[in-house]
């Protein structure tokens, strides 16, 4: 699979490595409720068409592990992730959808409410500016407004 300079697949095999940073977050708008290290790698799989980054944070001290893939599916000309953690997806995947951004991409899925209202929605931008990895996250309410939920910030580096 040849990858043209600004391709989408080209993007993605720019994320491949090793990467160390911080992730935040929000339970509620503007109150931060965790601020702590984060290391990852990601790697491309399938000859380029996919990138799996695998990571590991923590919450209230105890350990967090994730996976979130990337792809860009040339037939529908669009972005698709999908994305599990031991914190914020329980045993769900959580399929999201999206675009190119500057810089990036972002996409959009969302999750049941646990209280049995109605689902809530999650958008997450993926950029990559000079050497840093910023993947920010967006609870999106029932009724339209968002907030911001998540932000990993990583450099690469020794995993």
Same mark, same amino acid.
């Given at each position: 699979?040849?990858? +043209?300079?600004?391709?989408?697949?080209?993007? &993605?095999?720019?994320?491949?490595?090793?990467?160390?940073?911080?992730?935040?977050?929000?339970?509620?708008?503007?109150?931060?409720?965790?601020?702590?290290?984060?290391?990852?790698?990601?790697? &491309?799989? &399938?000859?380029? #068409?996919?990138?799996?980054?695998?990571?590991?944070?923590?919450?209230?001290?105890?350990?967090?592990?994730?996976?979130?893939?990337?792809?860009?599916?040339?037939?529908?000309?669009?972005?698709?992730?999908?994305? %599990?953690?031991?914190?914020?997806?329980?045993?769900?995947?959580?399929?999201?959808?999206? #675009?190119?951004?500057?810089?990036?991409?972002? %996409?959009?899925?969302?999750?049941?409410?646990?209280?049995?209202?109605?689902?809530?929605?999650? #958008?997450?931008? %993926?950029?990559? #500016?000079?050497?840093? &990895?910023?993947?920010?996250?967006?609870?999106?309410?029932?009724?339209?407004?968002?907030? +911001?939920?998540?932000?990993?910030? %990583?450099?690469?580096?020794?995993?």
């Amino acid at each position: 699979m040849s990858h +043209k300079e600004s391709s989408p697949h080209h993007f &993605l095999a720019q994320l491949a490595g090793n990467w160390q940073g911080t992730s935040k977050l929000w339970f509620e708008p503007d109150k931060l409720a965790s601020d702590t290290p984060l290391v990852g790698t990601i790697q &491309l799989v &399938l000859d380029g #068409r996919y990138a799996l980054f695998l990571y590991q944070s923590s919450i209230e001290g105890e350990t967090q592990h994730g996976m979130f893939t990337f792809g860009y599916n040339t037939q529908l000309n669009q972005y698709e992730t999908s994305w %599990v953690d031991s914190f914020h997806t329980n045993t769900s995947i959580m399929f999201c959808i999206g #675009r190119e951004i500057e810089n990036g991409f972002s %996409v959009l899925g969302s999750y049941p409410d646990p209280m049995g209202g109605p689902d809530w929605g999650w #958008r997450t931008d %993926v950029e990559l #500016r000079e050497d840093e &990895l910023i993947i920010t996250a967006y609870n999106i309410m029932p009724e339209g407004g968002e907030s +911001k939920a998540t932000e990993i910030i %990583v450099k690469k580096g020794k995993a």
